[in-house]
């Protein structure tokens, strides 16, 4: 069952046309990477699926709900969450703060201003849990933006599960970090994301033939593949437009 | 859970003891004019602290408050209603909630610099308008009434200064609990993610603009109250309690006291009431060394003085705070010298007088020695306290420096 | 009725372009360095006291040639030692920081000159009635701060489209880093677009001090107007605001001269109210009376309509 449809979506910022007519679908449960070169807009087309930016055309659905110009609130309520390529997190709260935020709407406080969080045990649970999935239960009372780089994106990610989001986007989730950090980062990606759709833009090829089930290539805005790992390896237009290079060290 | 308690008991038995302490009219008067100003400036800090609204404006929902408490008392007085003064600010707050909701209907849906302009201008309007609408707000006159009618709350009539201040401390505490749960709840500390990154909040489930709404009523409505004790204790509202002077005055306050902690506007709030009253006696350019004193503290103390006690919070988990002592007053005697000199020569240049007393010294605009002397001992004072800054710095970093490998 | 319009006009033209010397100046500073200057009026003030203390000795004309390059330099020095050192502390200190000042550059004016307003009269060369209309005279005075506001205009359109430093600047403007790596002192660039715009306040000040009089709290009464417009015309719009300067100009000077209010309304559509009618101040308002608050009921209708402002760039 496909959890994610886009058709025929089109963005285009005054004359200047960033996404070109792509269709997508993707499964539930689908590990999905998107790679392409830089500028080919991979970003931009996580910001119009997440409600950041309105498609100039098109449809996208969600679980068969319509979220192309939606706000992006509406979109997280349904069930998708996303995390940031810049580090995206709440810099004066600490960690353990950050995580609990991200667990209140899906717990179903809404805006009450009358639940003291200090008594809600099971919320308080719950995000030390998150935190220890995320590896970060000992930097709990730390302000988020004093943690080192491969850490804030450790809480960048937590932030982004926590509230129990059925589909993941990750842009760039391990851009900047040293190897081993890589490496954990990886780890705890499949980690977190068992079970649940994820569909996450990257560069580093050995992570996306490692994580991916399915593949699709952008280049300036169009989609100019979309297939399981090995048919993207052997398809020629991706080799000239990207691969090229790569798959002469693979 | 008992620690927790410690700073409310401490608060409580402070707001008991004080009038005690200081039982002159006068210190009874300013204690009343301090209770207010805390609780209009925490209610000003849930905006701008706590959500990262800047609001030129403020002072709307702390005078409408007012004004509307006014004319409760006015309605006690002439029968039209029948309930004890001692709900008064609640009369204020709910006014000042009503007004919020309405205006924050339109003007939350952005923060930052839109969000403050358009509070500037409704600010600026509904002050203006004030003039306009004799009915509701008398004019140039103002409103007044009377408090000591109604029933009698425990056989007090509120004639007396101590008596309100006594209902104002209740209130005081009342508030200050409420708007301290506040920032417990999900609504309180959405707002701090929202003043955060109001985009990853969104990102989160939350309507950004929703989340700042709640923020923008509830300061409305301690800010009602605040305008419903000043109601009280004045008995007297005018067009001034709404206009821009009033909401720079209360952003003053939170700034000063440091807008990043709860008791920030309180330290505020008591430091510019102090100087209000106190130092007005001395100096007709109190206000002259109230602004060089905001400026001073935005460049150097952005944080505020509750942010500079904060300061020391890890020397005080080394167990060094005790260090610090001394390099203090090597480099603060100096200063303070220095800081007391410039203050005697702004004086001498403004004196008409041919003879001012700074501090019990005799000195003369005319006497050319007068102000030799105070130019060199300010001189010497600063050139002291240069020179002491080195030590201080070496102090402070040994003050700090824990074992060096557990932090990470 | 014609002669009312017509010196309506005149007026709200002086108005108008008066405040927009104040807004441009505004608007070139937000579009630098992002920060709204509450202190901005405070130049205007301070080079209309400047003004009058040096036309005191030694005549408006010098006057007029000196205050504002004092007016300028202060700002200069507030931008190097003030504004720089706050703006690493975010957005929202150096808002509070150009409040602040503008709270203590009013104190400072008061303890140098005092509480009292002060003479400071039009030059005599330009004591004369430009043209009499309909037996009423409009000032030569007048006639010369329009003069002077558009060679201003005028001066600071070529500086900035065709001279050198001026693309350098519109290029620092949008592009602050780009500019740097080129070798330009950006740090240079901006304490000079802050002095010139202080300076610019402060001509407004030295020709509008002896019309609309000069006493301390004549930033106030400017200042918040000034912002209205930068927030009306759209921030960073230099078109927008000197489109939204004249609008407001013109709408006070025409709703002074107005003799309209809401019984005129109200006698149209046939209704009338008692005296004692609760809602009585409403009903008997007068377009005069609300003159002064209009700048502030089109900010709000704006910012709830519109609100990146008549002509601001559009947010996604």
């Known amino acids: 069952m496909a959890i994610l449809s886009l058709h025929e979506v089109n963005k285009s910022f005054g004359e200047t046309s960033i996404i070109r007519n792509i269709s997508l679908e993707i499964q539930e449960g689908e590990k999905h990477a998107i790679i392409g070169p830089n500028g080919a807009g991979k970003s931009t087309l996580f910001h119009l699926i997440s409600g950041r930016y309105n498609v100039s055309s098109g449809t996208i659905y969600f679980k068969n709900h319509a979220i192309h110009n939606r706000a992006p609130y509406e979109i997280a309520r349904l069930g998708l969450a996303r995390s940031f390529q810049v580090t995206n997190i709440f810099p004066r709260m600490n960690v353990f703060e950050n995580i609990r935020c991200a667990l209140l709407w899906n717990s179903g406080y809404r805006y009450s201003f009358w639940h003291l ?49 059925e589909m993941i986007l990750l842009d760039e989730p391990v851009a900047g970090m040293s190897h081993s950090e890589a490496e954990s980062a990886v780890e705890l990606i499949h980690k977190v994301t068992e079970g649940k759709t994820l569909v996450m833009v990257e560069h580093d090829m050995n992570i996306v033939f490692d994580v991916a089930d399915r593949i699709s290539v952008l280049v300036y805005g169009e989609l100019i593949a979309s297939d399981t790992p090995e048919n993207i390896r052997k398809n020629p237009r991706v080799q000239e437009a990207y691969l090229g290079e790569v798959a002469a060290d693979a | 859970m008992l620690t927790r308690l410690i700073p409310w008991i401490g608060f409580t038995a402070a707001l008991l003891i004080l009038p005690l302490l200081f039982d002159s009219i006068l210190a009874i008067s300013v204690l009343n004019q301090m209770a207010i100003a805390i609780v209009f400036a925490l209610a000003y800090n849930m905006l701008l602290g706590q959500g ?45 909630l009503l007004a919020a909701i309405f205006i924050g209907s339109f003007s939350t849906r952005k923060a930052g610099t839109v969000f403050a302009m358009i509070s500037l201008g409704i600010g600026e309007l509904i002050a203006a308008s004030s003039l306009i609408f004799v009915d509701f707000f008398g004019g140039e006159a103002g409103v007044s009434g009377d408090r000591t009618f109604g029933p009698l709350f ?103 006291g440091g807008l990043g902690y709860f008791i920030g506007p309180i330290v505020g709030a008591v430091v510019l009431t102090l100087m209000n009253s106190l130092l007005s006696n001395y100096t007709e350019l109190w206000m002259l060394y109230l602004g060089i004193m905001f400026v001073l503290t935005v460049m150097f103390l952005p944080r505020g003085f509750a942010g500079f006690i904060m300061m020391h919070q890890m020397a005080w988990y080394h167990g060094k705070l005790r260090s610090l002592f001394i390099p203090y007053l090597i480099t603060g005697l100096p200063a303070l010298i220095a800081v007391l000199g410039v203050v005697a020569l702004i ?57 060096m490998g557990t932090r990470e | ?90 957005h929202v200190a150096e808002l509070v920081f150009t409040f602040g000042l503008a709270f203590l550059i ?122 209205v417009i930068v927030v009306i015309g759209g921030l960073g719009s230099l078109a927008g605001a000197f489109v939204a300067s004249l609008l407001i100009g013109l709408l006070q000077s025409y709703a002074i001269a107005s003799d309209v209010g809401m019984p005129d309304l109200l006698d149209l559509i046939g209704v009338s109210f008692e005296r004692s009618h609760p809602l009585n101040d409403l009903w008997t308002l007068t377009l005069p009376q609300i003159a002064p608050i209009l700048p502030f009921l089109l900010l709000v209708l704006v910012l709830i309509f519109r609100p990146t402002g008549l002509l601001g760039k559009r947010e996604e």
């Not at chain 2, 509120?158 to 104002?168: G, P, S, T």
């Not at chain 3, 372009?17 to 003030?45: C, D, E, K, R, W």
């Not at chain 3, 005191?56 to 202060?74: E, H, N, Q, R």
């Not at chain 3, 950006?186 to 677009?193: Q, T």
């Open chain 1, 117 to 165: 969080l200090g008594r809600e045990a099971e919320l308080n649970d719950r995000a030390y849990e998150v935190l220890q999935e995320i590896g970060l239960s000992d930097k709990a009372l730390f302000p988020a933006a004093e943690l080192a780089y491969a850490q804030q994106r450790a809480l960048e990610l937590g932030i982004a599960i926590a509230g129990g989001a």
């Open chain 2, 347 to 403: 004086e001498l240049a403004h004196t008409q007088e041919e003879l001012l007393h700074f501090l019990g010294i005799p000195l003369s605009p005319s006497s050319a020695i007068s102000w030799v002397v105070v130019i060199t001992v300010t001189a010497v004072a600063v050139n002291a306290t240069r020179r002491s800054l080195g030590q201080l710095k070496k102090a402070w970093e040994f003050a700090n420096e824990a074992a």
């Open chain 3, 1 to 90: 009725m014609l002669e009312v319009f017509i010196f309506a006009t005149l007026n709200g033209l002086v108005t108008g372009l008066l405040l927009f010397m104040l807004a441009s100046g505004l608007t070139l500073i937000f579009s630098m360095m992002g920060v709204l200057n509450f202190a901005h009026a405070s130049f205007y003030m301070l080079g209309a006291y400047f003004a009058y203390s040096i036309s005191s000795y030694l005549g408006f004309w010098t006057g007029l040639l000196v205050a504002p390059v004092v007016a300028g330099f202060c700002g200069a020095l507030v931008e190097r030692y003030g504004l720089r050192h706050v703006h690493k502390h975010g």
């Open chain 3, 106 to 227: 009013e104190e400072i004016v008061q303890f140098l000159w005092g509480r009292d307003t002060k003479n400071y009269q039009q030059p005599e060369l330009l004591d004369f009635p430009l043209f009499t209309l309909f037996g009423q005279e409009f000032s030569a005075y007048r006639g010369f701060m329009i003069f002077i506001s558009v060679a201003i205009f005028i001066g600071l359109y070529y500086t900035l489209t065709r001279s050198r430093i001026g693309i350098i600047i519109q290029a620092a403007i949008t592009h602050p880093h780009t500019v740097a790596n080129l070798g330009h002192n950006v740090p240079l660039i901006f304490m000079g677009v802050f002095g010139v715009g202080s300076a610019l306040a402060g001509v407004a000040g030295v020709i509008a001090g002896p019309v609309l009089t000069t006493f301390p709290g004549m930033a106030i009464v400017l200042g918040s107007i000034v912002f």
């Open chain 2, 52 to 96: 990262g609204m800047l609001s030129f404006g403020h002072a709307v929902y702390f005078g409408l408050g007012g004004f509307m408490a006014v004319h409760a008392l006015i309605m006690i007085e002439y029968e039209t209603v029948y309930f004890s003064v001692t709900l008064i600010p609640l009369v204020g707050g709910l006014f000042g």
């Open chain 2, 154 to 256: 425990f056989g007090v009539d509120f004639a007396q200064n101590v008596e309100v201040y006594y209902l104002a401390a209740f209130w005081v505490l009342v508030a200050t609990l409420f708007m301290y749960l506040f920032t417990q709840t999900p609504a309180g500390r959405m707002a701090n993610a929202v003043r955060d990154n109001p985009e990853r909040a969104e990102f989160i489930g939350y309507s950004a603009r929703r989340v700042r709404f709640i923020s923008f009523c509830a300061s409305g409505l301690f800010a009602g109250i605040a305008g419903g004790l000043f109601a009280m204790n004045y008995e007297f509202l005018t067009e001034e309690n709404l206009n821009a002077a009033t909401s720079g005055r209360v952003l003053l306050m939170a700034y000063i």
